[in-house]
């Protein structure tokens, strides 16, 4: 028997984690994943990571180059040499480089693997089609778009990078809010839930705010509290209400930190429109008791210091910008901000800087008009004539499955259906894949070495555990050879081999011991309780903020020549008679976004079902268990009921992520979320709203 070999490794995935994690290898064949021994004892690692191996060995895993050769998205392909595909991408993209329109190239995905300094799916893409001679790219994000478009508004674009807090300072909490959020499934660093469980141990209260009784609001949390999707912001005002009314505002606070806070004061105790921001307001919005409100109000205004953690969910919806904004008004309100324990209320995670390391660059090249990535089918599909920057004639996806992912599949049909040409990087035939005329087969991160960037201030070093699957080659490889073919190969790899770079990068970090680094696969920053805005809030003339008043900006003049008002206000999203649901779509435990719902393993943990209310299935005659049918604008799908109590009335929910499985009558019936999800954006951000769905639902 061989012997065994235990590497350091780490998932360079989008998964909100990070992990610090070894490979199991026996004779060149990756056993399994375990939690790194010598990781912080507060880190761990999911099941996502840990069940790799059935990823890199999946029976449907590409192995070699294909081209397609029956109608875009049938599924027909022929396998081809590297050379031959190569070929005709060169060529594809040579044609529309010498018609003298780059841009007419959109670059879509980038989350496959966003982590990594060298194997970093988005930053490879953008320095190739960047030294190409230019593209279309996509701004925002789906994930976070509301959110990263508010925060320089609320601390200025030199801060706004630096409000998150490490999540070892929740030691110092009196309360936890998770508002929206879910990281008993939804990872946000590898430490998150440690953190929360032993504080909750120390006897600080947690309490979620979600439609549904998540796992977290089950077994991380003291209270769950219902609240209707997209309505937080009603909530957080009617909370700021009774800090108004019980005088437990931090006037002090307040009045050193932040601007505009009287003009928020006066739309809470509806001074100018004559609508009192109460708990009964809020109530009738929300559909939360007026007491539980109250209760609520009155915890979080004695406890000091408190975290407010919103997820991301709470801006993926209409309004959800105010939503953040109102969040960061509270925490201020209470002078959480930049406390240790206390948060800005804005996202807490990835919203501090990394530990200093090289990584891939994207040189200045030609250039690159942007879309909000919401809106990319659109762009499409509408064009130069819709006031989009030009016309897009081809697309190429790197670590991307929009066509499961991205809102209003059928639109993004559409939209892969109407370019000349499309090619994608990914180790599967994915819907969006099977709509590529060429489709390029790529290694997994346990297949090339790599330094990735996790939810914290520390770094990993992941080692190359297994040969490539099949023919798969890297992404960072693939782009050498097409670069060296349309004639600037030499600027793209700068002659470096994988391994040089990752030299590079090395050598311009701030780790003293590379060897040791490589060693143990982990390097600590030094400091392990960094809480953001913290020097700014000690002393806010000293170390001001980069807004235009130096301070928090409650109410923006800037935020307000768009077009909205100044400070937050509740503009939420409300269903209508014909489709009176509201449907959410949250991230499954089971996949990071659209991956492994390609494996039974994965999806039998998780069946996808959609929860409905008790009430709202007898008013249906809808029984448990049964067939249903749920209907949107943009489509409908048929799935299987789950009726419980567990979600409010009123409110169904999907998880997203399945693969769409579309019949001849337009149906799906794998119950992909994105089948009912609308492009039609929150503004101002051009972002998500895939938590504001309206839908009905009937018997199948
Ligand atoms: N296991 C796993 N972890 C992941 C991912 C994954 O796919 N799987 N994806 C990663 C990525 S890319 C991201 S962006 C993050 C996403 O992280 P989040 O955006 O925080 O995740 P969601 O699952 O969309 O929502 C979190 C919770 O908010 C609730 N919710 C939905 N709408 C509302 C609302 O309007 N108000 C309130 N108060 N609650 C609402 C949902 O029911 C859910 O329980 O997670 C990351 N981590
Ligand atoms: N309804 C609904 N829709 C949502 C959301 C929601 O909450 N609700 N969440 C949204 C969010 S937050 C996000 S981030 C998006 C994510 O949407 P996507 O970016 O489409 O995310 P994934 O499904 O993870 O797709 C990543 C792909 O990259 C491939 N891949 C993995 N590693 C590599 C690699 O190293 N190289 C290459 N080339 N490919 C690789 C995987 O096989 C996979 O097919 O989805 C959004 N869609
Ligand atoms: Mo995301």
């Not at 003291?222 to 997209?230: L, N």
Request: aromatic share 8%.
């Amino acid at each position: 028997m061989k012997e065994l070999l235990r590497l350091p490794v780490t998932c360079n995935k989008d998964c909100g984690g990070g992990c610090p994690l070894i490979a199991e290898i026996r004779d060149g064949r990756l056993l399994r994943l375990l939690d790194n021994p010598l990781k912080p004892p507060a880190m761990r690692g999911c099941v996502r990571g840990y069940q790799m191996a059935r990823t890199v060995y999946h029976p449907r895993r590409l192995r070699a180059p294909l081209l397609r050769s029956g109608p875009r998205g049938s599924g027909r392909y022929r396998e081809v040499g590297w050379k031959e595909a190569l070929r005709v991408v060169a060529e594809r993209l040579e044609r529309i480089r010498a018609a003298g329109d780059p841009q007419a190239v959109m670059r879509l995905g980038g989350s496959g693997s966003p982590r990594g300094a060298l194997h970093n799916t988005d930053l490879l893409t953008k320095r190739f089609l960047s030294l190409f001679g230019g593209f279309t790219d996509l701004s925002g994000s789906y994930s976070a778009g509301a959110e990263l478009f508010v925060n320089p508004y609320l601390f200025g674009p030199a801060h706004a990078g630096s409000a998150g807090i490490d999540a070892a300072t929740l030691r110092h909490s009196r309360l936890i809010l998770l508002w929206g959020a879910n990281p008993a499934d939804t990872r946000f660093g590898a430490e998150l839930c440690t953190r929360i469980r032993e504080q909750r141990r120390r006897g600080t209260p947690v309490i979620t705010i979600d439609p549904r009784c998540s796992r977290t609001a089950r077994s991380l949390s003291d209270q769950w509290i219902a609240v209707r999707p997209g309505s937080d912001t009603a909530l957080m005002a009617a909370i700021l209400y009774v800090l108004l009314e019980e005088e437990l505002v931090d006037r002090v606070f307040v009045r050193e930190h932040s601007l505009g806070f009287e003009a928020l004061e006066r739309y809470v105790l509806g001074r100018d429109d004559g609508e009192a921001k109460t708990p009964s307001w809020a109530g009738e919005i929300c559909g939360t008791g007026r007491d539980v409100i109250l209760r609520l109000a009155r915890l979080y205004g004695k406890s000091r210091p408190a975290a407010l953690i919103p997820g991301l969910s709470i801006q993926r919806t209409i309004g959800g910008e105010e939503a953040i904004r109102m969040a960061v008004a509270l925490q201020t309100a209470t002078g959480n901000v930049g406390v240790p324990g206390g948060s800005s209320g804005s996202s807490a995670w990835g919203r501090l800087p990394d530990p200093r390391c090289g990584r891939m660059t994207v040189p200045p090249g030609g250039p690159r008009p942007e879309v909000p990535e919401y809106r990319w089918a659109d762009a499409i599909l509408e064009g130069r004539s819709g006031g989009y920057p030009g016309d897009i004639r081809a697309l190429y996806n790197v670590g991307g499955n929009y066509l499961a992912t991205g809102s209003d599949v059928r639109k993004n049909i559409r939209a892969f259906a109407k370019v000349d040409f499309s090619v994608c990087h990914d180790c599967f035939l994915t819907p969006t894949a099977a709509h590529c005329d060429v489709v390029l087969p790529v290694t997994t991160f346990l297949e090339r070495e790599d330094i990735v960037f996790p939810e914290s201030n520390h770094l990993l070093y992941s080692h190359k555990a297994i040969e490539p699957v099949g023919q798969s080659r890297n992404d960072y490889d693939i782009f050498c050879g097409l670069a060296d073919l349309l004639g600037f190969g030499r600027e793209y790899s700068l002659g470096r081999s994988a391994g040089e770079w990752l030299e590079c990068f090395l050598e311009e970090s701030e780790i003293p011991d590379a060897d040791e680094f490589r060693r143990t696969g982990i390097y600590s920053g030094p400091e392990q309780e960094r809480c953001g805005l913290s020097e700014f809030a000690a002393d806010p003339e000293g170390f001001p903020l980069s807004t235009p008043s130096g301070k928090i900006e409650i109410a923006s003049a800037g935020y307000a020549r768009l077009g909205f008002p100044a400070f937050p206000t509740w503009r939420g999203f409300r269903t209508g008679e014909e489709y009176p649901l509201y449907l959410i779509t949250p991230h499954a435990r089971y996949r990071t976004n659209s991956q492994h719902a390609n494996d039974p393993w994965f999806v039998e943990r998780e069946t996808q079902l959609l929860w409905m209310h008790p009430r709202d299935a007898a008013a249906r005659g809808i029984p448990e268990g049964s067939r249903v049918e749920a209907a949107s604008p943009q489509g409908k799908l048929r799935v299987t009921v789950r009726v419980t109590e567990e979600i409010m009335p009123g409110v169904v929910c999907l998880l997203a992520g399945m693969w769409p499985e579309i019949g001849g009558d337009g149906v799906d019936t794998a119950g992909s979320a994105n089948i009912l999800t609308s492009t039609l954006p929150t503004q101002p951000s051009q972002s998500s709203r895939t938590h504001s769905v309206a839908v009905d639902v009937r018997p199948a």
